[in-house]
């Protein structure tokens, strides 16, 4: 299984950007997807989750401008990014937990992470 990131780049405060974060491989389920973000000499931190039914939840420093959702068809999870400010520079990872295998045979969830995509916000 892989997860592909994209859509990180350079914006200035208070602009926009949408991460996309495409999961492949020997598939069955996913369960939970997620975003997480390291900022230089920071610990990685949870920035948004959703579950496979569509329940969301958020980090404090990002409720009201980020949004996460998910195409379960496509094994997709996406954020859009809103009202971005300084603070929100990091390299942001997708995050998720997955039941590889087939109808016949399928292991428990496993963790699995994209490479991560740099965002960066002038201000």
């Known amino acids: 299984v892989q997860l592909q990131a994209s859509g990180g780049g350079l914006v200035q405060a208070g602009g926009s950007l949408r991460l996309s974060c495409a999961a492949s491989?020997?598939?069955?389920?996913?369960?939970?997807m997620a975003w997480y973000r390291q900022a230089p000499g920071k610990e990685r931190e949870l920035v948004a989750v959703?579950?496979?039914?569509?329940?969301?939840d958020y980090a404090d420093s990002v409720k009201g401008r980020f949004t996460i959702s998910r195409d379960n068809a496509k094994n997709t999870v996406y954020l859009q990014m809103d009202s971005l400010k300084p603070e929100d520079t990091a390299v942001y990872y997708c995050?998720?937990?997955?039941?590889?295998?087939?109808?016949?045979?399928?292991?428990?969830?496993?963790?699995?992470w994209g490479k991560g995509t740099q965002v960066t916000v002038s201000s």
């Open positions: 491989g020997s598939i069955f389920r996913i369960n939970d």
């Open positions: 959703i579950t496979s039914g569509g329940s969301t």
């Open positions: 995050n998720a937990d997955v039941e590889v295998g087939t109808d016949l045979y399928h292991y428990d969830g496993m963790d699995f």
